[in-house]
């Protein structure tokens, strides 16, 4: 157990509607990163917070958002769903902004759009 | 353009079977490198994080290497339960760049 939490583990919704994920870091950890992937993708990165704050951006849809809670948890909100949204998206957390430390991951939430 | 590429992208073994994964990379200034087990619809799981070249770490039945250009993880006498996608990221010197990931290798331990 890595000990980020991420609710729910399983999401199936209609195109063109909008759901949010849930993350809670590890307890200490002020970075939060969302990552999506698909079946033929690797992981590919999102969007970062630190204590709040956005740190940076990665190949995220204008149709997606994210936000940091001053509790430290984060949603990932996506709107306007598409087929092609259907992915696992990952949030990892980590104690540092950014550099050399290791970022752990959560279960994962399994986004179907039908 | 920061890109990892992992080879081969799927690999079967005995148990037993000793091989290594390799890794390459191209990266504007390595901070550092990262290896991260998956398995099937799981979250990644942290191994290890090198940071510079001629660095080993070990685990069990693993041992991942760094040089300039690429990384492996050596895997010796693996195991059925050793069976699992491996990732490697780099993280680049510039700014707070996260991490990049290689699309994997698949491995499979045969018993």
């Known amino acids: 157990d890595s000990g980020v939490t991420q609710t729910p583990k399983h999401l199936i919704t209609a195109t063109g509607q909008r759901v949010t994920l849930r993350c809670s870091p590890r307890s200490g950890d002020l970075s939060v990163y969302w990552y999506q992937q698909s079946l033929d993708q690797g992981l590919q990165f999102l969007i970062h917070y630190y204590n709040g704050e956005e740190r940076a951006k990665g190949n995220i849809l204008e149709r997606f958002s994210a936000q940091q809670f001053p509790d430290l948890h984060s949603e990932l909100n996506l709107s306007s769903l598409e087929l092609g949204d259907s992915a696992l998206y990952f949030c990892?957390?980590?104690?540092?902004?950014?550099?050399?430390?290791?970022?752990?991951f959560g279960q994962g939430t399994r986004l179907t759009v039908v | 353009e920061d890109q990892v590429t992992q080879s081969p992208e799927a690999l079967r073994l005995q148990e037993g079977e000793s091989s290594s994964l390799n890794c390459s990379y191209t990266?504007?200034?390595?901070?550092?490198l990262f290896w991260y087990r998956q398995d099937p619809g799981k979250g990644p799981e942290f191994l290890f994080t090198l940071y510079s070249a001629g660095e080993e770490k070990e685990k069990e039945r693993l041992k991942a290497t760094l040089t300039k250009k690429e990384s492996f993880l050596h895997i010796t006498a693996p195991k059925p339960e050793d069976s699992a996608t491996y990732l490697c990221a780099v993280q680049p010197h510039s700014g707070n760049t996260p991490l990049v990931f290689g699309k994997g290798t698949r491995l499979s331990v045969i018993a």
């Open positions: 990892a957390s980590s104690v540092q902004g950014a550099a050399n430390t290791e970022a752990f």
């Open positions: 990266v504007s200034g390595l901070r550092g």
